[in-house]
């Protein structure tokens, strides 16, 4: 078992940054992937970024990239979510998920690929 806790949403103004943190915890030797996933009221999950746990390789939806980093802090078994540039377009529940299983390219973006699920952050940008 993984369990996942995020940290660090907030009501934010356009343009601002703002940082989410995942804890990490259990079992986190089987764990080959990590990604943060966004849910707005009446939209679908859509995926945001990915890092892998072992690597530290990174990939970001194009509606993010440039502006949201990911990282990951073994030592400390966290993964974080830098965001700059905030849009109010931004603003939904984001959520960190983890994959004990090992994904080819073109899963890394979904939802499917991710078997454990924290219980999410909310961000929420004004204009």
């Known amino acids: 078992q993984v369990q996942l806790v995020e940290s660090g949403g907030g009501l934010v103004q356009a343009g601002d940054s703002l940082r989410l943190s995942c804890a990490v915890s259990g079992r986190t030797f089987s764990i080959y992937d990590m990604g943060w996933f966004r849910q707005a009221p009446g939209k679908e999950r859509e995926f945001v970024a990915r890092i892998s746990w072992s690597g530290g390789s990174t990939y970001y939806a194009d509606s993010v990239k440039g502006r949201f980093t990911i990282s990951r802090d073994n030592a400390n078994n966290t993964v974080y979510l830098q965001m700059n540039g905030l849009k109010p377009e931004d603003m939904a529940g984001y959520y960190c998920?983890?994959?004990?299983?090992?994904?080819?390219?073109?899963?890394?973006?979904?939802?499917?690929?991710?078997?454990?699920w924290g219980q999410g952050t909310q961000v929420t940008v004004s204009s």
């Open positions: 998920a983890a994959a004990t299983t090992y994904g080819f390219q073109r899963s890394l973006s979904s939802s499917w690929h991710y078997n454990y």
